[in-house]
């Protein structure tokens, strides 16, 4: 598991084949996508992590859907297959 600290670390890691977990803080929501899903966004990331300064959320990206749900308890998207 890699968190995501960086936006050219996060446009490198959604080039890839592996799954990126969104936790957003304030709707204690955890969300598992595939790295190709739409909801996987850079402005999105950049708002929430850089501008934010991860108050808001932070993104990890797994290699598989099961690791971000053993490790980070996140509920699959339901773009994320399996
Ligand atoms: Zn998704």
Redesign the pocket.
Known sequence: MIKINSLPEFEELKASSGFITIVDTPTKSV?V??AS????NSAHYAKKVIDGKEKNGRYYWTETVHEAISELHAEP????GR
């Open positions: 969300k996508h595939a899903c739409p909801h996987v998207c339901s773009y994320a």
